[in-house]
């Protein structure tokens, strides 16, 4: 399904229950994408020290809320969506009408606080760090904009309560499906795996990749955070190189390239020291699968060795 590429615009009177049980299941991809990348660039601007720097506070809390209701909705949306298996049932309606109700609001403050003072005298868009924090701006308000259609779905959805989403004959698809759980894609699994090299034995490369699927689709996050960090220490003589910094920071790549792999060199790594290495202590904070997802980066860095070997 392709939606109107304007708020509150995209027309479901038309539409199947199973057209729109189908844009949910991409809202829950997309608000996952967006999730991830929030995690992702907050963490980057916190180590670089930028959320210390006067003003920033102000855009980082409508960031923060943005956050809280991207999360909240992809729970809810799931609930939805494996609860419509058996009956659509009025709160359903309710709750995705909700959904883009607070979305709208939350649209209006991001544009109101970005676009004015205090937090628009501090805009500069010669400093790398700001342009990431747009970066935010642009997902966390396009993905809100987005989110107001969940009115105008729901408006639709009433049409069928009482209904169920599948017939009771069809396997009905898991609730953990709804979201790909794989790190390594298996078609860059595959890649690898076809590669006959006089030079290098993909064996173990390949069998780390497996084992951080495993680990990260079961929810194994520390594991994953250190076989993530394995495989950066593995593959440097790939690409004649000693360390994975070097990679960072030497490689003659893209610039797409190269960004990619300092995200790994800066974020990855230092989350990845920290379970690896925090001695016990009374208290502690376990990761989430936000906070060890650095799969795009990864399969960059993967599909950098598939077109050097192959």
């Known amino acids: 399904m392709v939606r109107s590429l304007l708020a509150d615009m995209t027309d479901y009177s038309h539409q199947s229950l199973t057209d729109m049980i189908e844009d949910l299941k991409n809202w829950v991809l997309n608000l996952t ?11 980057i601007l916190e180590q670089k020290g930028y959320w210390t720097q006067p003003g920033t506070s102000i855009i980082r809390n409508e960031f923060a809320r943005a956050y809280k209701l991207f999360k909240t909705s992809i729970e809810e949306l799931n609930e939805v969506l494996a609860a419509s298996q058996i009956e659509i049932e009025e709160n359903h309606v309710s709750r995705v009408r909700r959904l883009g109700q607070v979305a709208s609001k939350k649209n209006l403050d991001l544009e109101h606080t970005w676009n004015n003072d205090p937090w628009a005298a501090y805009c500069d868009y010669d400093d ?8 935010l701006y642009i997902d966390s308000a396009g993905m809100t904009a987005d989110m107001v259609d969940l009115q105008n779905l729901a408006d639709r959805l009433k049409d069928f309560v009482g209904r169920r989403a599948v017939p009771a004959s069809a396997t009905q698809t898991p609730l953990l499906s709804l979201v790909p759980n794989d790190f390594v894609d ?12 006089r030079q ?11 084992e951080l699927n495993v680990c990260y689709s079961n929810g194994c996050y520390m594991a994953t955070a250190m076989l993530t960090r394995a495989i950066l220490d593995h593959v440097p003589p790939v690409f004649d190189l000693n360390r994975f910094s070097e990679i960072a920071s030497n490689y003659k790549g893209s610039k797409s390239f190269k960004e ?15 379970h690896l290495h925090t001695q016990i202590r009374n208290s502690e904070n376990l990761p989430t699968k936000v906070q060890v997802n650095f799969s795009a980066s990864v399969d960059v860095l993967l599909s950098e060795i598939v077109r050097l070997l192959k």
């Open 260 to 274: 990619s792999m300092q995200h790994l060199q800066e974020s990855l790594r230092n989350i990845a020291d920290q």
């Open 128 to 135: 790398s760090n700001f342009r990431l924090a747009e970066a």
């Open 200 to 210: 290098f034995d993909l064996a173990r490369l390949i069998r780390l990749c497996e």
């Open 33 to 43: 994408e967006t999730v991830e990348h929030i995690e992702r660039t907050d963490n």
């Open 186 to 197: 298996a078609s860059r699994l595959e890649e690898l795996r076809s590669i006959k090299s």
